[in-house]
T-cell receptor, first 113, second 113 residues
Framework: GNSVTQMEGPVTLSEEAFLTINCTYT??????LFWYVQYPGEGLQLLLK?????DKGSNKGFEATYRKETTSFHLEKGSVQVSDSAVYFC????????????FGKGTTLSVSS | GAGVSQTPSNKVTEKGKYVELRCDPI?????LYWYRQSLGQGPEFLIY????????DSGLPNDRFFAVRPEGSVSTLKIQRTERGDSAVYLC???????????FGQGTRLTVV
């Protein structure tokens, strides 16, 4: 079945450090891939997405490239800020009729000044 | 309101009791999803509605869980004979249609004592 595996946290960084959160997936067909973020005390919100191989999703300085050959969708940011502290979830949608988003377990990022 | 609204935000109930959790999706969104999130885990899919009908209920853990969406808008997740293991945050999301961006509510934290 479809699944998402992301690196376990917590990830602790200093401000302006480079961030990578790894995500790999298993899916049949051609899934769409997403990163969602959950800031403290807030609901899940979409951070970025990519719908086909080699697409790059980007938002708020974060980027992720859909790599079909390695079944990966790693999240990166060149210079993190304290305000980026949150839980990040990788997710996929298989795009098959009647299916919903499948999430990874989440990675907690803590950025200190 | 502008976003997905879930009520109550917190619910404490005794083991064996019946509970109902409500979700008001974004107006006009035809797809509605319920997820359950346990501590330290990613959201786990429960059920998905397209309009009034349940398009996929394969995530419901057992027959104590049931959800309805009678008019294609508000949805209610119903849990009978609650158990301590049902304690989690129950998330609702809606999207304009299947496979478009899903918007999440803040969740209902259910605690079974």
């Amino acid at each position: 079945g479809n699944s998402v595996t992301q690196m376990e946290g917590p990830v602790t960084l200093s401000e302006e450090a480079f961030l990578t959160i790894n995500c790999t997936y298993t899916a049949t067909g051609y899934p769409s891939l997403f990163w969602y973020v959950q800031y403290p005390g807030e609901g899940l919100q979409l951070l970025l997405k990519a719908t086909k191989a080699d697409d790059k999703g980007s938002n708020k300085g974060f980027e992720a490239t859909y790599r079909k050959e390695t079944t990966s969708f790693h999240l990166e940011k060149g210079s993190v800020q304290v305000s980026d502290s949150a839980v990040y979830f990788c997710a996929l949608n298989s795009n098959q009729a009647g299916t919903a988003l499948i999430f990874g377990k989440g990675t907690t990022l803590s950025v200190s000044s | 309101g502008a976003g997905v609204s879930q009520t109550p935000s917190n619910k404490v109930t005794e083991k064996g009791k019946y509970v109902e959790l409500r979700c008001d999706p974004i107006s006009g969104h035809t797809a509605l999803y319920w997820y359950r999130q346990s501590l330290g885990q990613g959201p786990e899919f429960l059920i998905y509605f397209q309009g009034t009908g349940a398009a996929d209920d394969s995530g419901l853990p057992n027959d104590r869980f049931f959800a309805v969406r009678p008019e294609g808008s508000v949805s209610t997740l119903k849990i009978q004979r609650t158990e301590r293991g049902d304690s989690a945050v129950y998330l609702c999301a809606s999207s304009l249609e299947m496979n478009t961006e899903a918007f999440f509510g803040q969740g209902t934290r259910l605690t079974v004592v």
